[in-house]
């Protein structure tokens, strides 16, 4: 594996946020960091200078489907995935396993690996830890994912037990099949939210060491309380010299109160999603720009903020490009989202810097359960 560069910078002194940077072979990472999802080689609607304007500097994109379209191949014969996105900064992909969850209707799963058929066209895919690692070898990312299995929320202890020693055996096999030197390879610690089943996959993964641990099957419905308490157990779990990822979170409240347990990246598509359904994330509490009392309002989704969008666009004019299906609306919004996301990274880790997260982030925390968005759930 390529030779890990963690560098911690700032603990805070009374919670278990930190404050670091990342090395990648395209560059560095300052944690806590956001990761915008680009699922099929693309930040929807969004291009990449754009996203660089939000202040984004690693992105994530999807092996599943960029393995459906437009194939490893493909990407490989277009120069490989930086190249396919036009980002030169770091981009981390996942393995595929999530979609063993999300796409559980589709698939057929033994110890062996996943047989999906492709949401596209039907067709048979098979993927294991080995598959799963080699092509995430060939789209070059430079953090790729171990293969794990997610589960649902609730689910029988059997069927939780026997996913967690899955992913310890499939972590096991995609750390002997990795082989690209430039990339870093991060385990995922799978359990639900019971905490032995967490304590046993996470001690099992630390043995194996690899550059950095994930906390996966989250944000399935458990809610934010049982989230943050399953969190909160994990990280400390887990090395403190290695990065500690959240996957597929989330809210503001979410990621607060996960930086607080300890942890440094995330990535999640609210942003966007919520972006191209008219919904903006502000200080001041979500805003749902479809709705009539914005119809004359020339004021911009929030006032301070110095997005694209914010700087060019009122309210009024955001609103009617979504009621006449202007593409130019979801753009716009999306474009506020992340760039609202971004600003909320740059404060967690200036605070963290000066020693004061832990007081901020239990007002912030307060702020947005008041809004009622204090979990993925209520959005």
Known sequence: MADLKFSLLNKDKNSGA????????????????????????????????????????????NTYHLLLRPGVDVVENLGGLHKLMAWNGPILTDSGGYQVFSLSSLTKIDDDGVEFASHVDGKKIYLNAKIATQIQNRLGADIIMCFDQCTPFPC???????????????????????????????????????????????????????????????????????????????AELLPENKPRYLMGVGTPA????????????????????????????????????????????????????????????????????????????PILVSLHNLSFYQRLMAEIRQKIQENGFDAWADQQLKKYITFGTNSANSL
């Open 18 to 61: 930190r404050r670091a940077v990342l090395t990648t072979a395209h560059g560095d990472v300052d944690t806590p960091v956001f990761m915008p999802v680009g699922t099929a080689g693309a930040v929807k609607g969004i291009t990449p200078q754009q996203l660089k304007d939000t202040g984004a500097n690693i992105i994530l994109a």
């Open 254 to 329: 979410d990621i607060i109160a996960a930086v607080k347990a300890g942890v440094d990246m995330f990535d999640c598509v609210l942003p966007t999603r919520n972006g191209r359904n008219s919904f903006a994330f502000t200080e001041n509490g979500p805003v749902r720009m479809r709705n009539s009392i914005h119809i004359n309002d020339n004021n911009p989704i929030e006032a301070g903020c110095q997005c694209y969008c914010c700087k060019n666009f009122s309210r009024g004019t955001i609103r009617h490009f979504f009621n006449v299906s202007e593409m130019l609306g």
């Open 156 to 234: 029988e202890d059997s069927q939780l037990k026997q996913a967690v020693e899955r992913t310890i055996c499939w972590a096991e096999q995609c750390k002997q099949a990795h082989a690209n030197q430039n990339q870093l390879l991060f385990g995922i610690v799978q359990g639900g939210i019971d905490l032995q089943m967490r304590t046993h996959c996470a001690s099992e993964l630390v043995k194996l060491d690899f550059d950095g641990y994930a906390i996966g099957g989250l944000s399935v419905g458990e809610g934010h309380e049982n989230m943050i308490k399953t969190v909160s157990h994990t």
